[in-house]
Nanobody, 121 residues
Framework: QVQLVESGGGLVQAGGSLRLSCAAS????????MGWFRQPPGKEREFVAA????????YYAESVKGRVTISRDNTKNLVYLQMTSLKPEDTAVYYC??????????????WGQGTQVTVSS
């Protein structure tokens, strides 16, 4: 069992930056790939970024590539999402998830409760 708690969301102006964190419980953190997803208002949940259990492999959605960096610290059971050059269309609830190194939600077994990111224009 893995419990995930996101933090770091908030209100930011367009062009600004935010770093989201996700704290994981459990002793098997490094055995899971971690993903970040987001759900904009009135829309489906969508993939943002993923990182393999070792941290050596990452993958990004085209919509955020070049503006977002996913990283993890397996010694602290933490995964991060550094977001820069934020746009109003990045406004969403952001979720971290633990599972397989894939871009689809069914590939992830455990989910956090989400953190709101709002980008004002």
């Amino acid at each position: 069992q893995v419990q995930l708690v996101e933090s770091g969301g908030g209100l930011v102006q367009a062009g600004g930056s935010l770093r989201l964190s996700c704290a994981a419980s459990g002793r098997t953190f490094s055995s899971y790939a971690m993903g970040w997803f987001r759900q904009p208002p009135g829309k489906e949940r969508e993939f943002v970024a993923a990182i393999s259990g070792s941290g050596l492999n990452t993958y990004y959605a085209e919509s955020v590539k070049g503006r977002v960096t996913i990283s993890r610290d397996n010694t602290k059971n933490l995964v991060y999402l550094q977001m820069t050059s934020l746009k109003p269309e990045d406004t969403a609830v952001y979720y971290c998830a633990a599972g397989s190194f894939v871009v689809v939600t069914p590939g992830y077994t455990y989910w956090g409760q989400g953190t709101q990111v709002t980008v004002s224009s």
